[in-house]
Every structure is written in C-alpha cells, then in structure tokens.
C-alpha cells in the first residue's frame, strides 16, 4: 500500500488525524494516527512526498481565518522554543530550500520583493514570505510572484494547526499566530518545491520566529529606534542583534 501503516496511539490521549482520497480515481480514506514525535514525522512525510494523494480534511478559507484570528489571545511572544519544535515535528521543511533572510527598521519588505523579484527573473523557483500583508494572509506567502491559493492555504494551515494541538497537548505552549503562518509558509514553500525563500524578519532579529533558517546571506537594511519594549530601550540595543539576524557559519551579511 502507498500509505505506510502507523500505530495508533496508546492510552487515551488524542493524536493528530489526517484523512486521505487517491486523485482520479475511486475514493479511499486512510486515517494517519500518530502517537510520538517520529510518526508525526513520517505522517507529514506522506502527506508532502505521497504520489497520487491529497488532504482532505482541511479548514476551508472562512475556517482558516476564524482560526488565525483565535490566535491573537497570544499575542507577541518573542522566542525560539516553540517555533524551532513545531518545525521539528512538521520535518524541518525549511532546510529544504535556500534562503536570504531580510531585516531592518524600514526598507525590509521591499527590499524581500526585490530580491525575490531578481532571483525569479533568473529563472529560480522563488518562495517569498513577508508580513503584514494588506487584505487577506495568503498575501504573506508568494511563490514565483503569486500569492498563494485558498485551498493551499487552508490545507496546510489544517496540518500545522494539528501539530499545534499535539503540542498543546503534550504541554507545550501553543504557537503563536506568526508562528503558525511562518510555519505555514516554509511548509508550503517545500511541497511548492522552491529552490530559494527570500524571508523578512516580523519583529525582533535574533528572537523572530523566521529565526530558524540558516540563510545563505542576512540583509540588514537599516537599524533605527522602535519597539523597544521588545527590543530594548536604546539604539544600540537592536544595533547589537536584538533586531536583526545572526551571521550563520559561512553566511555574509549585505
């Protein structure tokens, strides 16, 4: 069978569930129950690579935004622990790919759509993530200068909400809001299978959750005085990374 057979959990805690149909064809449903860290893994795994299946248990677009807007109660919340877990169980899907990684006072998102504009017209499949956006979310993920579907959008949202619940679950804090859309777009990114992401940072450099990338190259536009509940209540503060992202082993700063 092209679907892997996964235990089910044991005891009575609840585990994420995805439903599956074959394209084209008759319907058949296979439920994916997964008990630990690894089987969510390996669910993804189907979910991402399974030739000639699709989620079918997915938010629709209204679904979605109910969601999204729920998440507000958790406002701004800076740090790495929950973003760099949820990426862990959803496979490191941003490590699949290339990026450049995009901070700074002012200038940021244009300078994310410029160069992800660049790397497009050089015939580079182009992920590009930017945030806030103007009138709907799915404006904050582009590839190759489109924004992303609604189904798109909805379904991955509905996988990266499970292993949210899974978490909560566990006792982990759940993700944020940004957090589950940035986890949202490197997911999306690597099922669109681009070769590059240009990723702005959201709001606070070294604690952002676009922080777990390992960029081929930082940007950093400019450094000037704002947040500084979050950022600290100097202009040095953010100047010595607060605000901007770190330089990875072999990575270069523009």
Do not use: W
């Amino acid at each position: 069978d092209v679907v892997r057979n996964i235990p089910a959990p044991q005891g009575d805690r609840e585990a994420p569930v995805h439903s599956f149909e074959r394209r084209g064809g008759t319907a058949m449903q296979t439920i994916l129950v997964c008990d630990d860290d690894k089987q969510i893994v390996e669910a993804i795994d189907i979910y991402l690579t399974g030739e000639g299946f699709k989620v079918i248990k997915t938010y629709d677009g209204y679904e979605a935004l109910e969601y999204l807007e729920e998440l507000n109660v958790f406002g701004v919340n800076l740090g790495l622990a929950r973003i760099q877990r949820l990426m862990f169980l959803l496979g490191d899907p941003q490590k699949q790919y290339k990026t450049i990684h995009v901070t700074g006072t002012n200038g940021k998102g244009s300078v994310t759509a410029m160069l992800a504009s660049c790397l497009q017209a050089a015939g580079i499949r182009t992920g590009m993530y930017i945030s806030p956006h103007l009138s709907s979310y799915m404006e904050r993920m582009v590839i190759d200068g489109q924004p992303v579907s609604k189904q798109q959008f909805a379904e991955t949202l509905s996988v990266v909400r499970d292993i949210c619940e899974f978490m909560q679950g566990e006792g982990d804090e759940h993700p944020t809001q940004f957090e589950v859309l940035t986890a949202a777009a490197f997911l999306l990114f690597q099922k669109a299978g681009v070769e590059y992401a240009v990723i702005e940072v959201g709001l606070g450099g070294l604690l952002d959750s676009t922080n777990v990338i390992v960029p081929e190259v930082s940007v950093i536009t400019n450094v000037t005085f704002e947040h500084a509940d979050k950022c600290g209540g100097t202009l040095e503060a953010p100047a010595r990374g607060t605000d901007s992202p770190p330089c990875a082993p072999g990575t270069s700063r523009a």
